[in-house]
Nanobody, 121 residues
């Protein structure tokens, strides 16, 4: 099992940047693909980005070119660097771990509690 704890959320003006972190504990971190998802009030949870065990990345079209996912297996941590933030990026952001790389939330068996990102216009 993997326990995940996100941090780094907050309030930022449009055009600003934030870096989210997700610290993992428990099982061997490097064995898992990691994903970031987000959920805004009244909306379904949506895919943001994933990084495979080997470091291959996939992004949602809405964040491509603005967000960067990375992982540090030595620190058991996955990061989400967010730049050029927009009000529509406002959501609760979750990291998740999966044994297989996917954009589908159902593939992820382990989830953190999330961290709130609010982008003001």
């Amino acid at each position: 099992q993997v326990q995940l704890v996100e941090s780094g959320g907050g309030l930022v003006q449009a055009g600003g940047s934030l870096r989210l972190s997700c610290a993992a504990s428990g099982d061997t971190f490097s064995m898992y693909a990691m994903g970031w998802f987000r959920q805004a009030p009244g909306k379904e949870r949506e895919f943001v980005t994933t990084i495979s065990r080997s470091g291959n990345t996939t992004y949602a079209v809405s964040v491509m070119g603005r967000f960067t996912i990375s992982r540090d297996n030595a620190k058991n941590t996955v990061y989400l660097q967010m730049r050029s933030l927009k009000p529509e990026d406002t959501a609760h952001y979750y990291c998740a771990a999966s044994s297989s790389n996917s954009a589908r939330p159902s593939y992820y068996g382990y989830w953190g509690q999330g961290t709130q990102v609010t982008v003001s216009s």
